[in-house]
């Protein structure tokens, strides 16, 4: 029979993942594979395990069969799976979302029933902190060789706490007693009003026993398998940003993680960068096509435009070019960032400029844009890379005149 302060000690050695999405598989990968090879490389007698919450079977498998490949059979015997938010929130101390929007965070932490909130609220005033991701004089090594972030990079606002960076020697101190049992970092991009709100209701009803972070990610799908993801985050302390720091070196490229401020900020910042993003891709697709109509070779414009003042991340990473190796046009569009997605992030600036009185005309043209792309009729783009915004824009070259997309807007 396993006694109660076994379960104890499994919770705080026990670190969870909800969603497991194009963003969420990869980025569950290497948390998971990274904290892993770490623990045993440091030689550490304790005993990681790991709880995933997905609700889609072949999500579930191909994840299974991924962590298998990249970190053995006996992690892969390490994971569980739950149903609910609820059920993860006993058994794990550390728990990261990859959610689609802010309704689906709002339910998975909030939910009276099945949220992490209602389970926390079962557990004991006692519990045991979280088992910090420490690493001991061999651990460092462990840590520094398997991610290849060392640093955090504090805000540039001179208002933000100044957070000491860390490097290879720098080893984080145990977890007291006296501290939170539950950490909770949601990675999902939401409203940024909603990210806040959630955060102070569980901070509220849990009297600091929780704390959550906001820690939005940017670098997309190639990014985060390669564990080189840029991380913006909003944290309620140094302390918070302490016991999330270790978990989040292993999703982020060196001097990639960055403290942006309170709850709310991170994602606040994540609004921002992909209103630009999404702004980018139809710009990128708008040069291409009509470089195309003009007789252009389009490789020869990609090449020049990525030695020249028209080049983005959406040019040199996310170009649409069927001819451009690894890129979404020659795989056909499938996997990426959804177009769908990216409607919903241009939604989410659309509604917080909004609240603030903020007039964002380009952001609008992308919403109407993004979401026409969807809406094509006969094309099933909503799930397709938004990079497949250049087919929308080939084909309407062909039908603008007649469908009121004209070259000239003053004509009649």
């Not at 709880?51 to 059979?73: A, P, T, Y």
Request: net charge negative; hydrophobic share 35%.
């Amino acid at each position: 029979m396993i006694k109660p302060t076994q379960i104890a000690l499994s919770r705080a050695s026990t670190t969870g993942w909800i969603g497991l999405g194009a963003m969420g598989h990869p980025m569950a990968l290497n948390l998971f594979t990274k904290t892993y090879l770490a623990q045993n490389h440091a030689s550490s007698s304790e005993t990681p395990r790991y709880v995933i919450c997905e609700q889609d079977e072949n999500r579930v498998s191909s994840f299974l069969s991924d962590l298998r490949d990249k970190g053995g059979s006996e992690l892969a015997g390490k994971v569980e799976r739950v149903e609910n938010g609820k059920q993860m929130a006993k058994m794990a101390s550390r728990i990261l979302t990859m959610l689609p929007s802010t309704p689906q965070v709002e339910s998975v932490y909030l939910d009276p029933q099945d949220g992490i909130l209602s389970g926390i609220q079962t557990l004991p005033e006692n519990e045991p902190p979280p088992n910090s991701a420490r690493t001991s004089q061999n651990g460092t090594k462990g840590m520094e060789e398997l991610s290849s972030s060392t640093t955090i990079s504090p805000g540039p606002s001179s208002s933000a706490p100044v957070i000491p960076p860390l490097d290879s020697s720098t080893t984080i101190s145990p977890i007291s007693t006296s501290s939170p049992h539950t950490l909770l970092i949601d990675c999902t991009t939401l409203s940024p009003v909603s990210a806040a709100n959630i955060a102070k209701k569980i901070h509220e009803a849990t009297n600091g026993k929780v704390v959550m972070l906001d820690a939005p990610v940017s670098g997309g799908v190639v990014a985060a398998r390669k564990g080189e993801l840029t991380i913006m985050f909003g944290a309620p302390s140094d302390e918070a940003t302490q016991m999330a720091l270790p978990l989040l070196q292993t999703m982020a490229g060196k001097d990639r993680i960055v403290y942006c401020g309170e709850n709310g900020k991170g994602v606040g910042v994540k609004v921002c960068n992909n209103l630009i993003l999404a702004i980018n891709q139809i710009a990128l697709a708008e040069g291409l096509a009509l470089g195309n109509s003009l007789g252009i070779d389009s490789v020869l414009l990609h090449n020049i435009i990525n030695t020249s003042s028209g080049q983005s991340w959406s040019s040199r990473v996310n170009t649409p070019l069927k001819e451009i190796p690894g890129s979404p046009g020659e795989r056909d569009y499938e996997g990426g960032f959804q177009t769908r997605l990216m409607l919903k992030d241009a939604s989410l600036a659309l509604e917080s400029a909004a609240a603030l009185d903020l007039p964002i005309p380009m952001t609008w043209a992308a919403k109407s844009i993004y979401e026409a792309v969807c809406n094509e009729p006969n094309a099933n783009w909503a799930t397709k890379d938004f990079s497949v915004v250049y087919e929308w824009i080939k084909r309407k070259q062909l039908e603008g005149v007649e469908r009121g997309w004209k070259a000239d807007p003053t004509e009649t």
